[in-house]
């Protein structure tokens, strides 16, 4: 199938990121979200990543300028009827996306994907919502989405092949690397990433060393871009309880326990650089 139109739900930062490389890349773009404050947010950090990008001479201005004309911003959800593709990328909680899932299954097109940028949550039960279980798939893009290449293509157990290899092209016209995952949860990237990212919060609780010395290890021992500590501030302390709390749920094993001092720092509110104060503090 042939995708021209391309929806996104949730104009956060994973949100606005997607919309970005689609109209980026020449796709038409609806962009929804619950308020037009959050639209013109969007839109403003979507202008900024243009505008850095322009000073790196990525793109020219008159490339922003056309990329920013194809996205149409939208509060009502039946704006999304005519699209070929609607990829979800709201509030990392079940019971939320299955009942967007249920909206958009009743509003969107018969021959339309349906696909989540969820991090953790099962494909096979958000398709089980709906009455296309065979056109919904996981399209897990990676933070920063204009920056990372990768794009896990999640097939829950109902996923048709013309689904999955709609979505594969459609990741490779955007310049990223699709690798295909198979519905667990966590899937690889977080079932391999976040377990570290625990390791290190209990490393911090029980004193073996300061939040500075466990990120120099890892990213001078391990070559890593940056600590796991920082990068749990980065994702947000709230998204990684979510997906350990997933992980824990989804295996039974102890393994995944999210570590107490996560949700010690999420229960206070101290979630990273979104609100400035996390393992690190930001101002």
């Known amino acids: ?19 970005q490389v689609f109209a980026q890349s020449g796709f038409h773009v609806v962009l929804s979200d619950v308020t ?24 020219t201005a008159a490339d922003k300028d056309a990329a920013l004309k194809r996205i149409k911003k939208t509060t009502n959800l039946k704006d999304h009827a005519d699209c070929d593709i609607v990829i ?24 339309a994907i349906l696909a989540s940028n ?17 056109m919904v798939i996981g399209m897990h893009f990676m933070n920063p989405v204009p920056m990372m290449a990768l794009v896990e293509v999640v097939r829950g157990i109902a996923t048709s092949d013309e689904a999955y290899k709609a979505v ?7 310049g990223k690397t699709p690798v295909e995952v198979n519905d667990y949860p966590g899937f690889v990237s977080n079932r391999v990433l976040m377990p570290m990212i625990n390791e290190a919060c209990y490393a911090l609780m ?18 890593h871009p940056m600590g796991p500590l920082q ?9 990684c ?43």
């Open 1 to 19: 199938m042939e995708v021209k139109k391309v929806g996104v739900v949730g104009a956060g930062t994973m949100g606005n990121g997607i919309a």
């Open 168 to 174: 594969e092209e459609l990741s490779k016209k955007l």
């Open 206 to 223: 029980e004193g073996v060393a300061t939040k500075e010395a466990i990120d120099t290890v890892m990213k001078l021992g391990m070559a």
């Open 36 to 59: 037009e404050a959050i639209l013109d947010r969007a839109l403003a950090a979507i202008g900024g990543s243009m505008d850095r990008m322009i000073k790196k001479e990525k793109m």
């Open 118 to 134: 969820t991090s953790s949550i099962s494909i096979t039960r958000l398709a089980a919502c709906t009455k296309r279980p065979q």
């Open 88 to 111: 979800e990328a709201i509030v990392e909680d079940y019971t939320t996306k299955k009942k967007m899932f249920e909206e958009l299954d009743a509003v969107c097109k018969p021959g």
């Open 241 to 283: 309880l979510s997906i350990m709390e997933v992980m824990f749920d989804g295996f039974s094993d102890s393994k995944y326990r999210p570590c107490p001092l996560l949700r010690k720092m999420v229960a206070a509110g101290y979630l990273g650089r979104k609100t400035k104060r996390g393992f690190y503090t930001y101002e």
């Open 231 to 239: 990068l749990a501030d980065l994702i947000g302390l709230d998204i």
